[in-house]
């Protein structure tokens, strides 16, 4: 069966129709918020879920995502108030919540990205460069911290951008200060341990020294003692050996004969020749006569 001509001309505008309604048609899915622009220029910012509809060949749509997305820069050394240098290493969390805003600024989100991590690394060297190292590692961090999000906030409002929070996940120093650092505290371990060293050398001389001067002390004072005792023994004897001889002089007499005889007569090599008669032998002839 042959098509007439009012029936092609039927088929065609209902294809054509198709296609426009096709064309002119768009959804806007739940993560998700539209601009819709007109020979690029941006009419209208469409917030709601759902099926939509634009003017075909006219109009186009950008999508944006409403959710939460996240920054993750690379490390970037900055230089603290005291010159000290960190490798910091952030990450930041944003949403998109003025899309016309946003499109006439970046446009797309990575053009946002990058300029987003400008703004955050601006942000970090200037808030950084104002604190030192001690400052940052003690409880003025929570403080530093809110003043890098307030920046990045109000400078992320100008590309329509909604900064929810920035964080330093790692603070690093840099490997060669690292090592200068390390070098340092290894020399100013070694200068303490000499310290340390020194101090005992000189405290153990200081106790050797006191022992000794204790010890000299001690063996005086016995020394003192025992000539005192030596002394007092000696002048004791000295009474006694004096009473015993007032009381028998000839025992004294044969005492000390026999001592005479002992050092004379023992074996020491000396030779006498006396006579026999004579006053020397005077005890020692009458032992033998007996």
Known sequence: MKISGISKILLAVAVAAVVLVYSAAYVVYQPEQAIVLQFGEPVRWVKEP?????????QNVVFYDTRLLNLDPPAQEVVLNDKKRLDVDSFTRYQIVDPLKFYKTVKTESQARSKLEEIVNSSLRKILGRVTLTELLSQQRTQIMSDISQTVKKDAEAIGVNVADVRIR???????????????MKTERQRDAKEFRA??????????????KEAAIIVAEAEKQAQILRGEGDKESVAVW????????????FYR?????RKSLGDNGTSLVLSPDSQFFKYFNTTLRK
């Not at 759902?50 to 006219?58: A, E």
């Not at 790692?170 to 340092?184: C, S």
């Not at 007032?246 to 007499?253: K, P, S, T, W």
């Not at 004969?257 to 005889?261: C, D, G, K, V």
């Open 199 to 212: 101090k005992g050398q000189q405290k153990a001389q200081n106790i050797r020294a006191t022992a000794d």
């Open 50 to 58: 759902g099926l939509k509809f634009k003017i075909p060949l006219i």
């Open 242 to 253: 004096n009473k015993t001889v007032g009381n028998d002089v000839a025992f004294y007499e």
């Open 257 to 261: 004969s026999l001592e005479a005889y």
């Open 170 to 184: 790692r603070a690093d120093l840099p490997i060669e200060v690292m090592q200068a650092i390390n070098e340092r």
